[in-house]
């Protein structure tokens, strides 16, 4: 597609839920990130996927978060026993990979507004 | 701890102003600072700046970045009510390729 796509745009759950957020990035994109924003905030580092594999997953914040992307395109971020406090704006980006090593600009997915009731 | 801190957090101005805005950084290992604008859900790029003293122009944006002092410096000239936004500033490190992003500055352009 002409740009990253994320499904679904808003979700309601009740806690103590399981969730699934996909990502769909930039044909081409190696590089994927998952963001979380709360409001008046800017975007969290969660994770990021340099192809398949979860390069860096420091952002995650306990281990009810886990993401995949097991074909190197596709993620899905996925909460497991949703607390009311993972109330956000989950945010998807992709990159391309620079010649020599090292990403480039971060292009943005309009985000998956996430509910815990 | 690296941090992104941008300045001020909100900012309110009439149609044609000229406005201002900051970002200042420490991070280990810099590589490059992005502007972004962010209306509603998704933050779009602006612009990236990696070499000191050089200007990123666009139209009435325009960027530049001081690596010396740590800070970078996005400039809107003959505001409109379009520019309302939130601007994000974000630092991208050579360790991980994690983007550290500050809380953002929230334009308001009033008619």
């Known amino acids: 597609g002409a740009g990253v796509s994320q499904t679904p745009s808003n979700k309601v759950t009740e806690k103590g839920k399981y969730v699934e957020l996909r990502c769909d990035p930039i044909?081409?994109?190696?590089?994927l990130y998952w963001y979380r924003q709360s409001l008046g905030q800017g975007p969290e580092f969660l994770i990021y996927f340099q192809g398949t594999g979860a390069a860096d997953d420091s952002g995650l914040p306990n281990d009810r978060f886990f993401a995949v992307r097991p074909e190197g395109s596709v993620s899905t971020l996925k909460i497991q026993r949703t607390e009311r406090g993972d109330s956000a704006v989950y945010l998807c980006?992709?990159?391309?990979?620079?010649?020599?090593?090292?990403?480039?600009?971060?292009?943005f997915g309009p985000g998956t507004r996430l509910t815990v009731l | 701890e690296d941090k992104v801190v941008q300045s001020p957090l909100s900012l309110v101005v009439h149609e044609g102003d000229t406005v201002t805005l900051n970002c200042s950084y420490e991070?280990?290992?810099?590589?490059?600072l992005l502007w972004y604008k962010q209306e509603k859900k998704a933050p779009t790029f602006l612009f990236m700046l990696t070499s000191s003293g050089i200007e990123k122009k666009s139209g009435r944006l325009s960027s530049i970045l001081d690596k010396k002092e740590l800070f970078s410096i996005l400039n809107i000239t003959a505001t409109q009510t379009g520019d309302s936004a939130v601007y994000l500033c974000?630092?991208?490190?050579?360790?991980?390729?994690?983007?550290?992003f500050g809380t953002g500055t929230s334009l308001t352009v009033i008619p």
């Open positions: 991070v280990t290992n810099f590589r490059s």
């Open positions: 974000a630092v991208l490190t050579n360790t991980g390729n994690q983007f550290y």
């Open positions: 044909s081409g994109h190696t590089a």
């Open positions: 980006a992709s990159s391309l990979m620079r010649a020599g090593g090292g990403t480039d600009t971060q292009y």
